[in-house]
């Protein structure tokens, strides 16, 4: 009895035993969806970025990489458990931190420059890439990702004004150290809500460089191979993406029907709408990349690159989109199971009848496979297939059957 009583009546014991079953809860949000190894595989991987738990009350992080710590000097247990608004400040934009709120109500992934706080209580400008990451058959969301890549300050010309509010801010840090350890039965419902409400002036905008944000693509794209990657132990595939296509204009059976003769490996995007989401995805595409039409319908092209894709070519890629002009490339690109393979990546815009652009057609050449060009170059055979999307859509959008009657 006597023990008993002292056992009850020990509050450090009771607060270490809590701190035990708190990192052991957020540790199994990854472990027992993916697999014990999983945790070691992200350790691995370079970059700043986290993963939060929107099924936990309170949405916390429940992993936060290495790399996180290095640029914001908090230790990973100072961070896990609590919600992502720790690295918000002062000075961070209301705008901003509203449209990284509506993206997570939404669960669709967003970009955009924020201003964060170290734990110092200094300003430092981020391209935070946020993603949701979902089951591929049922369409749950698991995770959300959030990569940070710092945005170079020197390009600012404007003076960092946060910088002057070094009292105001470092007592906000002081207050977020003070903080409970997991605070998130406190903080349901609330995610990434901006803590500081006595509206200080924010900062100048700073944005973000093509180079930057396909850094954050890059980096969030490697973290998810990972997680699919050790998912399959588990029995469980992970997707960016819904399974569902909610959204994506359906194009019409004609059109349908005419893709589906080109034999060669590629796929149709739409010029005209946010992010240029994948509307149609060939069959020998499917066989090339291990993705089903589900997965990629609605995502951008951008899902078959990986750690060691080139952003210089990414970047000329663009380049050639906004000045509507064809370009060929040599390009790593990745397949679903992580494995990467020399693509020969021809993109060119399709126009309608009018002569506006309406699409771009990706076609993907595995360089290192057999192929059979029929006495062809590997560019005319490539060519071959844009030529036949151009007489498909020109025809058909001339009597307005390019989407089906409902779109």
Not at 111 to 133: C, E, F, K, M, T
């Amino acid at each position: 009895m006597a023990s008993s009583a002292a056992a009850e009546a020990d509050p450090v014991e009771c607060e270490r035993e809590q701190q035990h079953e708190d990192r052991r809860r957020l540790a199994s949000s990854l472990t027992a969806r993916y697999s014990d190894w999983v945790l070691e595989a992200l350790d691995e991987l370079p970059g700043s970025f986290l993963l939060t738990d929107p099924a936990l009350a309170g949405h916390p992080i429940v992993y936060a990489s290495r790399g996180l710590a290095a640029l914001t000097g908090y230790a990973r247990r100072e961070v896990l458990g609590r919600n992502a608004r720790v690295f918000q400040g002062a000075a961070t934009d209301r705008a901003a931190v509203a449209g990284v709120r509506e993206a997570v109500r939404a669960q669709r992934a967003h970009q955009v420059a924020i201003l964060n706080y170290r734990r110092d209580g200094s300003p430092h400008w981020v391209l935070l890439h946020l993603a949701p990451v979902f089951h591929a058959r049922d369409g749950r969301l698991l995770h959300f990702l959030a990569v940070q890549v710092p945005i170079d300050a020197k390009r600012r010309a404007a003076p960092c004004r946060g910088a002057q509010q070094g009292a105001v801010l470092a007592a906000c840090r002081e207050e977020a150290r003070v903080d409970e350890d997991f605070p998130c039965a406190s903080h349901a419902g609330k995610v990434f809500v901006d803590m500081d409400k006595r509206g200080l002036e924010s900062e100048e905008p700073c944005v973000a460089t093509e180079s930057e944000k396909e850094k954050a693509i890059s980096t969030a794209n490697s973290i998810v191979f990972a997680l699919n990657r050790y998912s399959k132990l588990t029995g469980l595939a992970v997707s960016r993406k819904r399974c569902d296509s909610v959204g994506i204009p359906a194009l019409s059976s004609s059109l349908n029907l005419s893709l589906g003769r080109i034999k060669q490996s590629f796929v149709l995007t739409h010029s005209c709408l946010p992010d240029m989401p994948i509307i149609y995805a060939s069959d020998a595409f499917v066989s090339l990349t291990g993705y089903s039409r589900e997965e990629v319908l609605g995502c951008n092209c951008r899902v078959l690159n990986g750690p060691d894709t080139s952003l210089e070519v990414l970047e000329e890629i663009n380049q050639h989109i906004c000045s509507e002009q064809a370009c060929t490339v040599d390009l790593l690109s990745y397949r679903k199971d992580g494995s990467s393979f020399h693509d020969l990546l021809h993109v060119s815009p399709i126009r309608d009848a009018s002569g506006k652009v309406a699409f771009h057609i990706w076609v993907h050449l595995d360089v290192g496979a057999k192929h059979d060009f029929n006495g062809l170059t590997p560019e005319v055979w490539q060519l071959g297939a844009v030529g036949a999307v151009r007489v498909a859509v020109r025809g058909l959008s001339a009597s307005g059957s390019l989407l089906r009657p409902s779109q």
